[in-house]
T-cell receptor, first 114, second 115 residues
Framework: GNSVTQMEGPVTLSEEAFLTINCTYTATGYPSLFWYVQYPGEGLQLLLKATKADDKGSNKGFEATYRKETTSFHLEKGSVQVSDSAVYFCALSQDQTGANNLFFGTGTRLTVIP | DAGVIQSPRHEVTEMGQEVTLRCKPISGHDYLFWYRQTMMRGLELLIYFNNNVPIDDSGMPEDRFSAKMPNASFSTLKIQPSEPRDSAVYFC?????????????FGEGSWLTVV
């Protein structure tokens, strides 16, 4: 079956520190991979995505590379800011008919302190 | 463009009362999803619709929960009777399809507290 496993939080970093949030997936075919972000009091919004192996998604200084050989899609940012404090969700989508094909990880809470 | 609109944003109700949550998806989107988010279980898919038809309701916790989509621009999630363990944030989301690579767009959520 399809599933997503992401690094458990919470993660606390100082401003300008390097961020990595790990995400690995299990899928039967060739999924697309996403990172969604949820800021306090808001709904989830798409941060970045990659639709095929070796693609790199990037947005707002965040990057993630679709690694088929390691079934991973780790989120990275070189220098975090206080405004990056949020919950980050890794997700997988696969072309299927019928049952649900969008799978979310459990979320990783990031707190950035000044 | 208006995003996914949910109401109410916040609701506090007493155990045993009926709760109705509402959602207006983004115009033109043919998929609509209801999710529940709690600290204990994270983000759970409850049900989703395609062209107003329920496709997968396997995530609906029990018969107290029901969802309808009478037309392309409106959906409801009803809990009757409500219980304290239903306290959660309920998100509605919509999208243009489930084909690989498509994005879904979330509303801001309905924060439900059952006392």
């Amino acid at each position: 079956g399809n599933s997503v496993t992401q690094m458990e939080g919470p993660v606390t970093l100082s401003e300008e520190a390097f961020l990595t949030i790990n995400c690995t997936y299990t899928a039967t075919g060739y999924p697309s991979l996403f990172w969604y972000v949820q800021y306090p009091g808001e709904g989830l919004q798409l941060l970045l995505k990659a639709t095929k192996a070796d693609d790199k998604g990037s947005n707002k200084g965040f990057e993630a590379t679709y690694r088929k050989e390691t079934t991973s899609f780790h989120l990275e940012k070189g220098s975090v800011q206080v405004s990056d404090s949020a919950v980050y969700f890794c997700a997988l989508s696969q072309d299927q008919t019928g049952a649900n094909n969008l799978f979310f990880g459990t979320g990783t809470r990031l707190t950035v302190i000044p | 463009d208006a995003g996914v609109i949910q109401s109410p944003r916040h609701e506090v109700t007493e155990m045993g009362q009926e709760v109705t949550l509402r959602c207006k998806p983004i115009s033109g989107h043919d998929y609509l999803f209801w999710y529940r988010q709690t600290m204990m279980r994270g983000l759970e898919l409850l049900i989703y619709f395609n062209n107003n038809v329920p496709i997968d309701d396997s995530g609906m916790p029990e018969d107290r929960f029901s969802a309808k989509m009478p037309n392309a621009s409106f959906s409801t999630l009803k809990i009757q009777p409500s219980e304290p363990r239903d306290s959660a944030v309920y998100f509605c989301a919509s999208g243009t399809g489930l084909f690989s690579g498509n994005t879904i767009y979330f509303g801001e959520g309905s924060w439900l507290t059952v006392v």
